[in-house]
């Protein structure tokens, strides 16, 4: 029963990434276009912020392996 | 800029001119055109992210935009030229992104909610813009911007 559920989840998944892919609707909502600048230039103030801590890190993973 | 450099932005360009007109004309996108723009422009970005680890901020943002079109429903062929522009040059990227949200913005308020526009044609115009300023004064303006934003063909 849990493989079945597994599998299916995994499969909605996937479908749903393939229809994206696929998918070739071009045309965009105002208010969405707004969420996404907003999301964008949030995540990128993040990295002006902590990237370079984040970076380091990173750095020091690979060093370390 | 030299010759290489500018083959490379024109080859850059010249899909997203394709799609733009395609989405101004139809609403639509030609996946013969999207799929490997997608393609190529993540292998670039795993490509900047090998010689030069700060460039993961790419990732960053190519997986934000894949959740939001993944959770918000944004179109397909938008999605993935987003995410290809983004890899392949990341400044035109940025520039898209602001000018579609400044066009959104403008139509939000102008034609209120639920109001729609051609999102690629708004990322060609952007574009293009990009590449007159790349061509132009832009080099000597990114020299005094953190990090190296303007890729290297």
């Not at chain 1, 299916?8 to 609707?25: G, H, P, V, Y």
């Not at chain 1, 380091?56 to 370390?64: L, Q, V, W």
């Not at chain 2, 526009?117 to 020299?143: E, G, H, R, Y």
């Amino acid at each position: 029963m849990n493989n079945i559920l597994t599998y299916t989840f995994t499969w909605i998944r996937a479908n749903r990434f393939a229809s994206m892919l696929f998918d070739k609707r071009a045309d965009e909502f105002g208010e969405k276009a707004v969420v996404i600048v907003l999301v964008v230039l949030g995540g990128l103030a993040a990295f002006a912020a902590f990237g370079s801590a984040v970076s380091g890190k990173i750095t020091e993973a690979a060093g370390a392996i | 800029m030299s010759w290489t450099e500018l083959v490379f932005e024109l080859a850059i360009l010249i899909p997203i001119l394709v799609t733009g007109w395609q989405d101004y004309r139809t609403r639509e996108a030609s996946n013969l055109i999207t799929i490997p723009y997608f393609l190529i422009g993540v292998g670039v970005g795993i490509y900047r992210y090998h010689n030069e680890p700060s460039m993961w901020y790419v990732f960053l943002v190519q997986g934000l935009i894949t959740l939001m079109a993944w959770f918000n429903g944004m179109g397909g062929a938008d999605w993935k030229m987003q995410c290809g522009l983004f890899g392949l040059h990341p400044l035109m990227g940025l520039a898209s992104v602001i000018a579609e949200g400044v066009w959104g913005a403008a139509l939000l308020v102008i034609r209120g909610p639920r109001a729609n526009f051609p999102k690629l044609s708004v990322m060609a115009v952007s574009s293009i813009l990009t590449f007159v300023f790349d061509i132009s004064i832009m080099p000597n303006i990114v020299q005094f911007l953190p990090g190296r934003i303007v890729p290297i063909a």
